[in-house]
């Protein structure tokens, strides 16, 4: 049963669920740590004063506004020993959170381990490594935010590190985060991630901006032509984040079909990836799947077509190598059936707006985008920008430079028995320097404010 974290006792302890609220107070209680499955005691709770627990070892103080939207589940009395719940139960289970940039990953991530999470850089890269932990029912897991990538060939060092880190490390789950907006760019990543040996999760996020663009995603609908879990979530708004951790759990206990549904090669190139995967073969390293390098060859992947180089003798890697030349056009054959792919999970589960219904993002685009209209849309935008700075920095600037003029000559007349160069040091040099300054905020700070 759900009570307000406020109408705990002391010494009580109650299971997060829920938080209530606007999105900036919601964003400040995850990064508190107060996170779904987190165990928080209670310490002091009083009518006066904030409210005092215990959470993720640390004390915390909250107001009673904050944490009247805190729901919980009560776990029952503890000693002051610490929290006997879900204290620190041994890492079983490893997740990667996957996705594309912009999709609200960062967001799930924060959500799922608020202050748990430890950031660094990968072995012998310059790109941030962040891992945390997060517990849902007595179980405590470790989450890798895998960089952001459109896609899983070696063109950056992102795609590198995320899908190496899926191959070797073998996570014992990938969520995949897309964004329910622009669900067929995202899908490819999906696509891609499916033909890997880890189970995948995806979670359907930003579902809410979905709706503002009148765009509607079937969950269930999607979930049935991928094959996989699909979990609808609003994550910057705290929703869906309970079903996640469920869906989660489900799928790590093997409660859930799990047959998903993977892209095929278009006709014209299958028997080449055949030949190709049956050359290979004998040659390819751990933990590569035959059957995946193959089909990244014939991509043109470089980093993989190196470590196949390595592996095999020259005799055998040549024949590899003229097979490929002979078939450079194969990766248009490989995106295009990934895009009829996902063509068919957009017809089958996304229900597009009307042509006479464009959210106002679209139309803004429209205008703002057009060479012609976008341009005078700039040029209108700057010429206001610096007309509102100086008609109404320019008075203010007028207004202080008079009234420091008015201090320096006051100062002067005080100090007409002291020495000149101490009249000057302060009227010139201190209040003419000042002044220059001063006068000048005003229309950085206007026009700042304005951009």
Do not use: C
Not at 166 to 175: E, G, N
């Amino acid at each position: 049963m759900e009570q307000r974290l406020v109408d705990l006792e002391v010494g009580q302890i109650g299971l997060v669920r829920r938080l209530d609220g606007q999105r900036s107070l919601v964003s400040r209680l995850a990064t508190l740590g107060f996170t779904v499955g987190v165990p928080v005691k209670i310490v002091r709770n009083g009518a006066h004063g904030p409210l005092l627990v215990n959470i993720r070892g640390t004390q915390v103080a909250l107001g009673h506004g904050e944490a009247e939207r805190i729901l919980v589940s009560p776990a029952g009395e503890h000693s002051d020993s610490g929290l006997e719940v879900q204290a620190h139960p041994a890492v079983t289970y490893s997740i990667a959170l996957a996705g594309q940039p912009n999709v609200g990953k960062s967001t799930v991530f924060n959500m799922l381990t608020g202050l748990n999470q430890h950031v660094g850089n990968w072995t012998g890269k310059t790109v941030e490594q962040k891992i945390g932990f997060f517990t849902n029912n007595g179980q405590r897991y470790e989450l890798v935010d895998l960089p952001g990538t459109y896609s899983l060939t070696a063109n950056s060092e992102e795609e590198l590190i995320a899908r190496d880190f899926i191959l070797s490390q073998t996570p014992d789950l990938v969520v995949a985060v897309v964004d329910a907006a622009t669900l067929e760019r995202n899908l490819y990543l999906v696509a891609e991630m499916l033909q890997l040996p880890a189970p995948v999760i995806v979670a359907l996020n930003m579902m809410d901006v979905a709706a503002a663009e009148g765009i509607v995603v079937e969950p269930q609908v999607l979930a049935s032509a991928l094959g996989i879990p699909v979990v609808p979530m609003a994550a910057a708004r705290n929703q869906g984040m309970q079903q996640l951790l469920d869906a989660i759990e489900k799928q790590l206990n093997h409660q859930l079909p799990y047959e998903p549904k993977r892209p095929t090669i278009l006709p014209a190139h299958l028997d080449v990836l055949k030949k190709l995967e049956e050359m290979i073969d004998p040659f390819v390293p751990q933990p590569y799947p035959a059957d995946w390098v193959a089909l990244k060859l014939l991509e043109g992947d470089d980093d993989l077509s190196s470590k196949m180089q390595a592996a095999m003798p020259p005799a055998e890697w040549k024949q590899v190598d003229g097979l490929m030349y002979q078939h450079e056009d194969a990766v248009l054959d490989i995106a295009g059936a990934r895009y009829q792919w996902i063509a068919r999970m957009i017809r089958a589960a996304v229900v597009e707006p009307p042509a006479s219904r464009v959210g106002l993002t679209a139309r803004l685009d429209r205008v703002l985008t057009h060479p012609l209209l976008g341009t005078i849309a700039l040029a209108l935008a700057l010429g206001a920008a610096f007309w509102l700075t100086y008609s109404v920095g320019a008075p203010i600037q007028t207004w202080l430079s008079d009234l420091l003029g008015g201090l320096g000559e006051s100062v002067r007349a005080g100090l007409s028995a002291a020495p000149g160069w101490l009249s000057a040091l302060l009227v010139d040099g201190v209040f003419g320097g000042l002044g220059m300054v001063l006068t000048f905020l005003p229309i950085l700070a206007i026009f700042y404010l304005v951009l």
